[in-house]
């Protein structure tokens, strides 16, 4: 059996979905996690499974896991909270009540470029390659402001009270440049009708010489564009067209004990550049600008019109989210793209750990990091290796169910799609492994 276009390019984007690719959910200081279970249960491989239920259902789970300091020494109990970033709306629900009660949350949310915290070791030239950024940062932020309401922002608090909940902390928190010094934003009022945005650094010497001197200045554009509207992306769409929910528009951020923890995109690009791909690949595909997101905006747009093929697609995502082989069954392109995604994004995650817990003690007793389950493999063993912790419990949520029948399938005819689908995914991780093998044995040899 062989998958149509549609639905091998919603497997590559439901990699993604494993993997973790949310963009920017707003942030702001601390939060936590979910409790260990009262009785511990056997440790269970991986962060999802497919469950078959006696009614011929499938439900995807997503895995909550509990670590503690080995020994009984001191230290806040971690948990690994999976994510997939479109479910079933209960997924959510139950995930926000148990992520709300914790006194610490790191989560997922790639930064926009320009946005987060600037790197302590920028030298002066860094620094206004890092201000320059993080002003076009600001202007795409009034310049969104004024799509929504025909003029500009009179100011960028305004800017920041307009924002959504997804925003307004990441954006508060970008308003200084790379020394210190709060931004400038100022409206200019055109002869022939019209505004212009600027935003100004006043650079190094920290005054405000008009533009001139080493301020670092970037207008915006001298028309208003009313009535825009942005396209909420890839992910939201597949959510709609599934009939499940987007884990961004399902879950608030917002609350005072959930940290961001993640690269900004400008960041992930040079880390791609580093692994020697093109990440705007990756990016432009998430926004629907690609070829490829074009073609699956396309074939989303049909889904609801063909009864049975949502389904159809939903099955075949969880089916390919509950493998533990999906990940390394890419193209050579793709897993090195998810080296950058998984592993380079951990690093961040792990690092703001072990500040948490050199300089927040005792405060956080129950440190909950939420990302991608695909993540969190390789979180759970760098925990284990780097951190001295051991495993105390686990639960699994319920986060996609679908039924088969609805997509006209039978018991047999699911059982018989799912088995060729796992014997696609094993036979290419297999492939894509000995390719890898070919590959460091070719470059040993020509050392």
């Known amino acids: 059996m062989k998958l149509t276009n549609l639905q091998t390019a919603a497997a590559g984007l439901a990699l993604v979905l494993a993997g973790g690719m949310n963009f920017a959910v707003a942030s702001q200081p601390p ?15 991986g962060y999802t499974r497919v469950v078959d239920k006696d009614d011929g259902s499938l439900t995807l789970e997503i895995a909550a896991k509990s670590f503690v300091p080995a020994g009984g020494k001191p230290g806040p109990t971690i948990h690994l909270v999976g994510a997939v970033h479109i479910a079933d709306k209960p997924f959510y629900t139950e995930l926000q009540s148990m992520l709300d009660a914790a006194d610490l949350v790191l989560f997922e949310g790639v930064k926009p470029p320009g946005a ?9 030239e860094g620094k206004i390659k890092a201000t320059t950024s993080r002003l076009k940062f600001l202007l795409s932020v009034v310049e969104e402001d004024r799509s929504r309401s025909g003029k500009l922002p009179g100011s960028l608090q305004q800017a920041v009270d307009d924002a959504g909940k997804r925003w307004k902390t990441m954006i508060a928190s970008s308003l200084t440049d790379a020394w210190g010094h709060q931004i400038i934003y100022t409206v200019a009022e055109l002869e022939k009708g019209g505004q212009r945005a600027v935003v100004t650094s006043v650079g190094p010497n920290g005054q405000d010489d008009d533009g001139k001197g080493d301020d670092v200045r970037i207008e915006g554009k001298a028309a208003a564009k009313k009535g825009a509207s942005k396209d909420p ?5 597949m959510a709609d067209a599934l009939g499940l929910t987007f884990q961004l528009d399902a879950m608030d951020s917002s609350k005072p004990n959930w940290r961001s ?21 990756l990016f432009s595909m998430l926004e629907g600008s690609s070829l490829t997101g074009k073609l699956v905006n396309m074939g989303l747009g049909l889904v609801k ?22 990940l390394a069954a890419g193209p050579a392109n793709m897993k090195k793209m998810m080296d950058v995604i998984l592993k380079d994004r951990n690093d961040v995650v792990l690092k703001d750990l072990r500040a948490v817990i050199d300089t927040e003690q005792p405060a956080r007793k129950e440190v909950s990091i939420f990302y991608g389950a695909g993540h969190l493999a390789d979180m759970e063993e760098k925990l284990k290796k780097d951190f001295g912790y051991t495993f105390a419990g686990e639960q699994w949520l319920p986060a996609i169910t679908v039924d088969p029948k609805a997509a006209g399938m039978t018991p047999a005819q699911s059982k018989k799609m799912r088995e060729t689908m796992r014997k696609q995914i094993e036979s290419q991780a297999a492939a894509a492994e000995k390719a890898e093998k070919a590959k460091q044995k070719g470059d040993e040899g020509a050392k």
């Open 116 to 124: 987060g915290a600037f790197d302590a070791t920028l030298d002066e």
């Open 305 to 326: 019109s063909i009864p049975g093929l949502a389904d159809t697609l939903k099955l075949t995502m969880v089916e390919l989210l509950g493998s533990p082989d999906a």
């Open 31 to 45: 939060a936590a996690a979910p409790a260990a279970a009262a009785e511990a249960p056997a440790h269970t491989p």
């Open 233 to 237: 992306g890839l992910q939201a769409k």
């Open 261 to 281: 923890s993640d690269m900004s995109v400008d960041q992930m690009q040079a880390a791609f550049e580093a692994a020697g791909v093109e990440g705007n690949q």
